[in-house]
């Protein structure tokens, strides 16, 4: 999920993907998929067995593939013979199998896990969780490949776009930067596994809510303190802490870093008690989940502030439409001149969707 995340931190990405007139086709490309969806559910119930949850991943997976290339072609505006042309197999089957299929199978375990722990369980009642997981999938999937083809459109236009959302420039850094980068990976790792371990002491399904709390709370904060490590590597992050209000940090500690941090590892719940058939969580596999998700966490948020700063430093002006996205606000306003012309009219931070 870190285009998501990049899609909406990054300033040269989220400037493209949160204009109006994006926005409103954004809103039909979402809606069609989804009421198709429902219709290709309720065909499928009647032909496959969707109370086996790895034939609901594959159905899921199916339609989330079909829906990745549709709506990556909406969004880039041209034929399908110009968009295979000029974009390649490799662009295409990396929107196919990690936006569709990879992105899509997260999206129905993160839909089935939060059903389960809310009591409403797809072990005992498939047909809502799986009707919902194969729509919400779909539609998010929609949203996520439509602003992917918009902003490599826009690229092809000729405008700058440093960072493209395809885990291109994430390899790059580590490859250049892993001294950095390595110490908050290992932080974030020793942090999750012993958050997950915190629910081991209340037991059942409760501890699931507990190790939910812990991993996320822990890893909001491991991925905020990266960002700052990231934005500025020949500095201390705590003087990024220190330099930013305590408000504007709870908002960016809660999106992406609490919001991502509590996706993963719901996807991570998902893969223990439908996948994995381990309903009562297990010391070694909390431990585990917990790890991946806090580590993974901390990679990204360096990764962000890493990419932020690249962008600053080529020189990327920071627009009044920048105030609506979240996480941005505050942190890329540090300096004394940039907080003078935001802090009068700045608006609350809008919507992520």
């Known amino acids: 999920?870190?285009?998501?995340?990049?899609?909406?931190?990054?300033?040269s990405l989220s400037l493209a993907v949160t204009e109006d007139s994006v926005r409103k086709r954004k809103r039909i490309v979402m809606f069609v998929p989804g009421f198709v969806a429902f219709g290709?559910?309720?065909?499928?119930k009647h032909v496959v067995p969707l109370d086996d949850v790895f034939v609901l991943l594959m159905v899921?997976?199916?339609?989330?593939?079909?829906t990745?290339?549709?709506?990556?072609?909406?969004?880039?505006?041209?034929?399908?013979?110009?968009?295979?042309?000029e974009d390649g197999s490799r662009l295409l089957g990396w929107v196919a199998g990690w936006i569709g299929a990879v992105y899509g199978i997260q999206l129905s375990l993160l839909v089935l896990a939060i059903l389960w722990m809310a009591g409403y369980s797809y072990l005992q009642h498939p047909d809502g969780p799986a009707m919902m997981a194969i729509i919400i999938s779909c539609t998010s999937v929609a949203r996520d490949a439509f602003e992917i083809g918009h902003v490599r459109k826009i690229g092809l236009m000729g405008k700058p776009m440093p960072t493209f959302p395809d885990g291109a420039a994430l390899r790059q850094m580590v490859g250049s930067h892993a001294t950095?980068?390595?110490?908050?990976?290992?932080?974030?790792?020793?942090?999750?596994?012993?958050?997950a371990s915190f629910g081991q002491a209340v037991g059942g399904q409760q501890a699931a809510f507990v190790e939910l709390s812990a991993v996320t709370i822990l890893g909001g904060a491991i991925t905020l303190c990266a960002y700052f490590g990231g934005l500025k590597p020949?500095?201390?992050?705590?003087?990024?802490?220190?330099?930013?209000?305590?408000?504007?940090?709870?908002?960016?500690?809660w999106w992406p870093g609490l919001a991502f941090a509590a996706t993963y590892y719901l996807v991570a719940v998902g893969v223990a008690v439908f996948v994995m058939k381990q309903p009562e969580f297990p010391m070694a596999v909390a431990a585990i989940g917990g790890a991946l998700v806090t580590g993974l966490m901390a990679l990204y948020g360096y990764y962000l502030g890493y990419r932020r700063?690249?962008?600053?430093?080529?020189?990327?002006?920071?627009?009044?439409?920048?105030?609506?996205?979240p996480f941005v606000m505050g942190i890329l306003g540090k300096s004394a001149t940039m907080?003078?012309?935001?802090?009068?009219s700045a608006p609350a931070p809008g919507s992520k969707a």
Do not use: D, F
């Not at 290709?40 to 499928?44: F, H, K, N, S, V």
């Not at 020949?234 to 500690?253: F, H, I, P």
């Open 309 to 325: 700063n690249v962008e600053e430093q080529e020189g990327r002006s920071l627009s009044p439409a920048l105030l609506r996205c």
């Open 1 to 11: 999920m870190l285009h998501r995340m990049a899609l909406r931190v990054l300033p």
């Open 68 to 85: 990745a290339l549709l709506a990556y072609r909406v969004g880039r505006a041209v034929s399908w013979s110009a968009m295979v042309r």
């Open 40 to 44: 290709i559910y309720r065909l499928a």
């Open 339 to 344: 907080g003078a012309s935001m802090a009068p």
């Open 180 to 195: 950095q980068v390595a110490p908050w990976v290992v932080a974030g790792l020793a942090i999750g596994a012993a958050a």
């Open 234 to 253: 020949q500095a201390s992050w705590m003087a990024g802490l220190a330099e930013t209000k305590t408000a504007e940090l709870l908002k960016y500690w």
């Open 60 to 66: 899921s997976s199916l339609v989330a593939v079909v």
